[in-house]
């Protein structure tokens, strides 16, 4: 019987230590503050074997959307030019934008659905979420799907 695989996406405060110690490595790995994996588990406190075992089975939720199509829900405020202010800063950080649909407004606020391409994005998934609940007129800002 064949076994497929499955993903979920998990907060990291609920996963093992030693899940976020190997992300934490391979980050060092990546962004070259450290050229070999002995250094990095040395630097990190945790064994190769527990490097090995568990590289290939973690990866931040960002580095598994980039290159991708992403699927944002926003909720905004219902005011003239908060939709182009947020499509204005997709284009700045680099998101292509795809799609747009935006519901009708009830009340005071309207749920905007925007599909945007990643590849070219200059900056982290979690860096863009953060930007974007930052902006004038934004209510809540997430990602459905990736």
């Known amino acids: 019987m064949e076994k497929h695989t499955q993903y979920f ?10 899940y976020l110690k190997v992300a934490q490595a391979k980050e060092l790995l990546e962004r070259g503050e450290v050229r070999t994996i002995h250094q990095a588990v ?19 939720f ?5 290159g991708r199509i992403i699927n944002f ?8 030019g908060v939709l182009s202010l947020i499509l204005n800063n997709f284009a700045k950080w680099g998101a292509n934008i795809l799609t747009i649909n935006q519901s009708i407004p009830e009340g005071r606020t309207a749920i905007v ?4 391409e990643t590849s070219r994005l200059g900056i982290t998934l979690a860096e863009l979420l953060t930007q ?8 809540r ?3 459905l799907a990736g």
């Open 73 to 80: 829900q926003i909720r905004l405020k219902n005011e003239p």
């Open 9 to 18: 996406i998990v907060d990291g405060n609920m996963l093992p230590e030693i």
């Open 113 to 116: 659905h925007i599909g945007a």
């Open 62 to 66: 960002q580095d598994m959307t980039q």
């Open 141 to 143: 800002c997430e990602v």
């Open 42 to 60: 040395c630097q990190i406190g945790i064994s190769r074997s527990a490097f090995y075992k568990y590289k290939d089975a973690i990866r931040p």
């Open 132 to 139: 974007l609940e930052q902006e004038r007129g934004v209510i």
